[in-house]
């Protein structure tokens, strides 16, 4: 019943903004004797108006249209001053500013996040609990970050079987400084071009922790640390998911030309460390460290489907996990897919003297040089199956 009363007050508001004027045109909220209303005010009245039980202090300047009542229009009012500001930078300190901050954000602004844990069991679209649906421009991007980077905010679900942490539907995003945690998935981007998710931690996930995905392009996840993912799922427990696989239905494949570099992953990734899909060319995986101890549900540490792809300059320990076979497994799922790709000065400890650097299957193809088996074993560096090329330089 509270659930279905909060969305008629929301209707409400958003109805009532559509025949209001404009504030400078009545004078009200913009009034430079009036204050400035932060997403704490616009939770304040929201909740004082649909239970009537919030405390309310004397001097609280909350009766924007002076009638001598708080009501929807001066909640209208209200929010229409605070998304009239340009370039706001959004604090919020609880789950219930959050959402409401990510439901009302516009391009350039920045959301600011305390210390301190946000959990709630009120899920949206697609049952995440932090949710947001806008895109940011080239020159106004939208940042969400912590507001103490060396004591991040943690963005909590409740259990690793049920729902998405954070989810971002729109482009142009700057998401830094974040921890993620206790859901089924962590960080989602859909249709979030121009993206970039940087020195975040995601671990205690039911499935992938960061997925790029329905045509999110040019992203970049730089520096961020993933681990102890596929608590629930190990199958689909990568750290790191670019694109979709070819069975899936209703989402762009198209996650061309993004960047995985710096990043952290594993122990504990139950499944591949990096999973670049079919359908997807010019992603580049880089300097990156990937630990192997826990990875049940896969034999190697990235797994190349797509076009273009680039693996360079990381380095990867089994930790002694002889389910590890290959380091790169290079893969044409769909034809003309898993072809021209590159990898090279990456470092590889294994647990025996048996697995391959890189293995190729047929339809696909692979340029390597420069790579580095530990232990040493010359004969063990490359595996090309009939039908595929793997090309030594």
Same mark, same amino acid.
């Given at each position: 019943?509270?659930?279905?009363?909060?969305?008629?007050?929301?209707?409400?508001?958003? *109805?009532?903004?559509?025949?209001?004027?404009?504030?400078?045109?009545?004078?009200?909220?913009?009034?430079?004797?009036?204050?400035?209303?932060?997403?704490?005010?616009?939770?304040?009245?929201?909740?004082?108006?649909?239970?009537?039980?919030?405390?309310?202090?004397?001097?609280?300047?909350?009766?924007?249209?002076?009638?001598?009542?708080?009501?929807?229009?001066?909640?209208? +009012?209200?929010?229409?001053?605070?998304?009239?500001?340009?370039?706001?930078?959004?604090?919020?300190?609880?789950?219930?500013?959050?959402?409401? #901050?990510?439901?009302?954000?516009? =391009?350039?602004?920045?959301?600011?996040?305390?210390?301190?844990?946000?959990?709630?069991?009120?899920?949206?679209?697609?049952?995440?609990?932090?949710?947001?649906?806008?895109?940011?421009?080239?020159?106004?991007?939208?940042?969400?970050?912590?507001?103490?980077?060396?004591? =991040?905010?943690?963005?909590?679900?409740?259990?690793?079987?049920?729902?998405? $942490?954070?989810?971002?539907?729109?482009?142009?995003?700057?998401?830094?400084?974040?921890?993620?945690?206790?859901?089924?998935?962590?960080?989602?981007?859909?249709?979030?071009?121009?993206?970039?998710?940087?020195? #975040?931690?995601?671990?205690?996930?039911?499935?992938?922790?960061?997925?790029?995905?329905?045509?999110?392009?040019?992203?970049?996840?730089?520096?961020?640390?993933?681990?102890?993912?596929?608590?629930?799922?190990?199958?689909?427990?990568?750290?790191?998911?670019?694109?979709? *696989?070819?069975?899936?239905?209703?989402?762009?494949?198209?996650?061309?030309?993004?960047?995985?570099?710096?990043?952290?992953? /594993?122990?504990? $990734?139950?499944?591949?460390?990096?999973?670049?899909?079919?359908?997807?060319?010019?992603?580049?995986?880089?300097?990156?460290?990937?630990?192997?101890?826990?990875?049940?549900?896969?034999?190697? +540490?990235?797994?190349?489907?797509?076009?273009?792809?680039?693996?360079?300059?990381?380095?990867?320990? #089994?930790? @002694?996990?002889?389910?590890?076979?290959?380091? +790169?497994?290079?893969?044409?799922?769909?034809? @003309?897919?898993?072809?021209?790709?590159?990898?090279? @000065?990456?470092?590889?400890?294994?647990?025996?003297?048996?697995?391959?650097?890189?293995?190729?299957?047929?339809?696909?193809?692979?340029?390597?040089?420069?790579?580095?088996?530990?232990?040493?074993?010359?004969?063990?560096?490359?595996?090309?199956?009939? /039908?595929?090329?793997?090309?030594?330089?």
């Amino acid at each position: 019943m509270k659930r279905k009363l909060i969305l008629n007050m929301l209707s409400i508001t958003s *109805a009532l903004a559509m025949f209001l004027p404009s504030l400078k045109s009545i004078g009200y909220a913009d009034d430079s004797e009036r204050s400035v209303y932060t997403m704490a005010d616009i939770c304040a009245l929201q909740d004082f108006l649909l239970t009537k039980d919030t405390d309310v202090l004397i001097d609280h300047d909350y009766d924007l249209n002076d009638d001598g009542i708080w009501n929807a229009v001066d909640l209208c +009012f209200m929010k229409r001053q605070f998304s009239a500001a340009e370039h706001r930078t959004i604090s919020v300190s609880n789950s219930q500013e959050l959402q409401m #901050a990510l439901a009302e954000v516009q =391009p350039g602004d920045t959301i600011l996040l305390s210390p301190g844990t946000y959990q709630t069991d009120q899920s949206g679209k697609s049952a995440s609990f932090f949710c947001a649906q806008v895109s940011g421009t080239e020159k106004l991007p939208i940042t969400l970050k912590s507001a103490v980077p060396e004591n =991040p905010a943690v963005l909590s679900g409740n259990e690793s079987s049920k729902n998405i $942490v954070l989810y971002i539907i729109g482009e142009y995003w700057n998401i830094e400084n974040l921890i993620c945690c206790n859901a089924k998935k962590g960080i989602m981007l859909d249709q979030a071009s121009h993206s970039v998710i940087r020195n #975040a931690v995601v671990y205690h996930i039911g499935e992938e922790g960061i997925h790029l995905r329905d045509g999110s392009s040019e992203c970049q996840v730089l520096n961020c640390r993933v681990y102890d993912t596929g608590l629930s799922t190990p199958q689909y427990g990568e750290a790191i998911y670019i694109g979709s *696989a070819k069975s899936t239905t209703g989402y762009s494949y198209e996650c061309h030309n993004n960047l995985v570099s710096g990043c952290i992953l /594993g122990p504990n $990734v139950a499944a591949e460390h990096v999973d670049v899909k079919e359908y997807t060319t010019g992603n580049i995986i880089e300097n990156c460290v990937m630990y192997g101890g826990g990875m049940t549900a896969t034999d190697s +540490f990235v797994d190349i489907k797509g076009n273009h792809v680039v693996v360079r300059g990381n380095t990867c320990d #089994a930790q @002694g996990n002889t389910n590890i076979t290959d380091a +790169f497994q290079v893969r044409s799922q769909v034809d @003309g897919w898993g072809i021209d790709n590159l990898v090279h @000065g990456n470092t590889v400890t294994f647990a025996g003297e048996t697995e391959y650097v890189v293995r190729s299957w047929r339809g696909s193809s692979c340029t390597v040089y420069d790579n580095i088996r530990q232990p040493e074993n010359p004969s063990m560096m490359y595996r090309a199956y009939s /039908g595929s090329t793997i090309t030594e330089q």
